[in-house]
């Protein structure tokens, strides 16, 4: 957040110093007195209050001039940019495109985008800000955003999880520590989104284990582990003990996250949601405890 509100005094900063380059009106306004310096800083004062709006995390949109310009439309004087996430470079992106856009929030509480009203000027100036959501950003200019990997993501094929259990062969006594595991691996891939390629990081971050018994499914971060005579406590496993004799099918749902980047790949953002893929059960029978006892 502290990123976004250092770029939007920037901004303001920006426009107060050029307000009466880009206004000509102003000097014509003032009470008719001819001086346009209160006109500048009234205006100066209402891009003000409109960043700090911003800063708070709520907005009532981008003011429009009279002939009601949308979103995304050419006005005659200004138009709509996005706002670039760069770390050098100028302000306004030399060839028109942007690969990462700034995030903001927005007045639900989710993330939104940072777009920009630009002066058709020599140099442009900025002249106002906003934050808006996906379907809006999507009428400035095509732009490979979260959402859109997000989708992307999700049709991507990813392999299911073998649960391995421990005792083998499908048995195991009750009250007996039953050691779930599983391998699920990283992966990279690439799709192409709007004339790009974007490059996809992919890993496992969630593990849930389904016991099949009606007990609470175990989440954890990671894929447990075989069993080791040599680490024999059981706070290194992923285990589970059955209580009750009969059939249960347990299995282990994978959930993966992603990170991306378009084009070069110099630039990573994390993927607004995961994939969670579904694992097969595995039959086990869990037998009754019969003691062996030996005659004297």
Not at 120 to 133: E, F, H, K, R, S
Not at 244 to 259: F, H, L, N, R
């Amino acid at each position: 957040m502290e990123d976004h509100v250092a770029l939007l005094q920037r901004l303001t900063i920006a426009l107060a110093g050029v307000l009466l380059v880009f206004t000509p009106q102003a000097a014509l306004a003032g009470g008719g007195n001819g001086d346009p310096t209160a006109t500048a800083n009234d205006d100066s004062n209402a891009i003000n209050a409109h960043v700090g709006e911003h800063e708070s995390g709520h907005s009532n949109g981008p003011e429009h001039s009279s002939d009601d310009q949308t979103v995304g439309q050419t006005p005659a004087l200004s138009h709509y940019e996005l706002v670039c996430q760069i770390v050098k470079g100028p302000l306004h992106h030399p060839d028109g495109t942007c690969s990462v856009v700034m995030r903001c929030p927005m007045p639900d509480g989710s993330q939104g985008y940072l777009i920009q009203e630009v002066s058709n000027t020599t140099p442009p100036v900025t002249v106002d800000v906003d934050c808006v959501g996906e379907e809006e950003i999507q009428n400035i200019q095509p732009t490979v955003t979260p959402g859109l990997v997000l989708d992307a993501f999700k049709k991507i094929s990813l392999p299911k999880s073998e649960l391995v259990i421990q005792p083998p062969k499908g048995k195991a006594p009750v009250n007996f520590n039953v050691i779930y595991s599983t391998i699920a691996e990283d992966q990279d891939q690439s799709v192409e989104l709007l004339g790009q390629t974007v490059y996809l990081k992919i890993w496992p971050s969630v593990y849930t284990w389904h016991t099949g018994d009606g007990s609470e499914d175990i989440v954890t971060d990671w894929p447990g582990r075989v069993f080791d005579r040599a680490v024999p406590d059981p706070e290194n496993y992923v285990w589970h003990r059955y209580l009750e004799s009969g059939a249960v099918q347990p299995a282990v749902d994978v959930t993966y996250s992603a990170e991306f980047s378009v084009g070069d790949q110099s630039h990573w953002q994390p993927v607004d949601g995961t994939v969670t893929v579904e694992g097969d059960p595995s039959p086990l029978t869990i037998t009754p405890y019969n003691p062996v006892l030996s005659g004297h």
